[in-house]
T-cell receptor, first 111, second 112 residues
Framework: GQQVMQIPQYQHVQEGEDFTTYCNSS?????IQWYKQRPGGHPVFLIQ?????EVKKQKRLTFQFGEAKKNSSLHITATQTTDVGTYFC???????????FGQGTTLQVKP | NAGVTQTPKFQVLKTGQSMTLQCAQD?????MSWYRQDPGMGLRLIHY???????DQGEVPNGYNVSRSTTEDFPLRLLSAAPSQTSVYFC???????????FGSGTRLTVV
């Protein structure tokens, strides 16, 4: 079945350092979504990527979708303590409601 | 708009008991899904629905039933609770063809 793998599981950085999490799917995706979950909270939608090779930016966050539409990455430049949380990628094989999540990357930022 | 509302927020069950986790959304979203979240496992899809009267299994459907009689409601039923079902359960909804899912605040379930 469809699987979405995400690495690393945990990342500790000093405030101001960069951070990257990677997402790989066992199958070609129609789109990939990214979510952020703060400790004790619920996942919050960040962005969706649809096109092969697509790159989108949100302030210090840069999202990429691979050419083969099987992998994606989220890069945060100059982390801040407000970036703390777990970042999830989630993929759809087709335009259906079935969204499969990766295991998430938990980011800790030391001030 | 209230968004996605889940009840209860916390629940303790004894092994073998049954219960229903409620989920309601007021955004007229076609898609609704149930996920469970366990440490180190991410969010795993239990069941999902693309519209009233239509449901399908996700990654971990065993031990859970769902129905979608209206667009607004998508209850999740545990027929005979087991300790392995101790988890945090999230309901989420999305507009068809839209961007991301809106999540509820979750139900923390403990089965003893």
């Amino acid at each position: 079945g469809q699987q979405v793998m995400q690495i690393p599981q945990y990342q500790h950085v000093q405030e101001g350092e960069d951070f990257t999490t990677y997402c790989n799917s066992s199958t070609t995706l129609s789109n990939i979504q990214w979510y952020k979950q703060r400790p004790g909270g619920h996942p919050v939608f960040l962005i969706q990527l649809v096109k092969s090779g697509e790159v989108k930016k949100q302030k210090r966050l840069t999202f990429q979708f691979g050419e083969a539409k099987k992998n994606s990455s989220l890069h945060i430049t100059a982390t801040q303590t407000t970036d703390v949380g777990t970042y999830f990628c989630a993929g759809k094989k087709s335009n259906t409601g079935k969204l499969i999540f990766g295991q998430g990357t938990t980011l800790q930022v030391k001030p | 708009n209230a968004g996605v509302t889940q009840t209860p927020k916390f629940q303790v069950l004894k092994t073998g008991q049954s219960m229903t986790l409620q989920c309601a959304q007021d955004m007229n979203h076609e898609y609704m899904s149930w996920y469970r979240q366990d440490p180190g496992m991410g969010l795993r899809l239990i069941h999902y629905s693309v519209g009233a009267g239509i449901t399908d299994q996700g990654e971990v459907p065993n031990g859970y039933n769902v129905s979608r009689s209206t667009t607004e409601d998508f209850p999740l039923r545990l027929l005979s609770a087991a300790p392995s079902q101790t988890s945090v359960y999230f309901c989420a909804s999305s507009k068809q063809g839209s961007n991301g899912y809106t999540f509820g605040s979750g139900t923390r379930l403990t089965v003893v």
